[in-house]
């Protein structure tokens, strides 16, 4: 089975510090991607990856950056939380269009 | 550009009832649809997807959809439903061009009344 593992199920973070959500994948798949999740607003696409280095920006990319160093790893970076940004994350890697695998979820709250 | 509309945020039915959750798309090119299930506390399951085969799509736990392109519509039904059912439900678009990126609904929660 396809694993995505998010290093953190809970996160509590202060405002203006600098936080970082890790997302591994052991199925070498070269699409990965960071979404949030709101009640009532579903599932947003914050960013993409179709391979190492490279990034692109999804929905609501404002706040937010990535990285993918390798091609197993991405992660995604909020250089200063703000309480907005509470919410829950969601990492996926996928191979082809029927292969988005997701990770458990990050809950990260800002206070 | 891409997005579904969920219309129902919740729906209730009885334990033994039809299931029913309605999804319209829009799309300018052919999309692939896909149907997530997401339990308490639990991640994204697939459900069933379309991708431009059978326009009747059948899936897991007794879930099917139907593509009906002239309605823009893509809802997912169940002839009994049963308790396990509860659980929030996506319906997701996503339009191919060599790499994909999926466009999620807002999400129909779904309660078993026992």
């Known amino acids: 089975d396809v694993k995505v593992t998010q290093s953190s199920r809970y996160l509590v973070k202060r405002t203006g510090e600098k936080v970082f959500l890790e997302c591994v994948q052991d199925?070498?798949?070269?699409?990965m991607f960071w979404y949030r999740q709101d009640p009532g607003l579903g599932l947003r696409l914050i960013y993409f990856?179709?391979?190492?280095?490279?990034?692109e920006k999804g929905d609501i990319p404002e706040g937010y950056s990535v990285s993918r160093e390798k091609k197993e790893r991405f992660s995604l970076i909020l250089e200063s939380a703000s309480t907005n940004q509470t919410s829950m994350y969601l990492c996926?890697?996928?191979?082809?269009?029927?292969?988005?695998?997701f990770g458990s979820g990050t809950r990260l709250t800002v206070v | 550009a891409q997005s579904v509309t969920q219309l129902d945020s919740h729906v209730s039915v009885s334990e033994g009832t039809p299931v029913l959750l309605r999804c319209n798309y829009s799309?300018?090119?052919?999309?692939?649809l896909f149907w997530y299930v997401q339990h308490p506390n639990k991640g994204l399951q697939l459900l069933l997807k379309?991708?431009?085969?059978?326009?009747l799509v059948k899936g897991i736990n007794g879930f099917e959809a139907e593509f009906k392109k002239s309605e823009t519509s893509f809802h997912l039904t169940k002839p009994s439903a049963h308790m396990s059912d509860a659980a929030e439900y996506f319906c997701?678009?996503?339009?191919?061009?060599?790499?994909?990126?999926?466009?999620f609904g807002t999400g129909t929660r779904l309660t078993i009344i026992p």
């Open positions: 997701v678009v996503s339009v191919v061009f060599g790499n994909e990126k999926l466009t």
């Open positions: 379309y991708t431009s085969a059978a326009t």
């Open positions: 199925m070498d798949h070269e699409n």
């Open positions: 990856s179709y391979d190492v280095k490279m990034k």
């Open positions: 799309s300018s090119y052919s999309p692939s």
């Open positions: 996926a890697s996928s191979l082809q269009v029927d292969g988005y695998t």
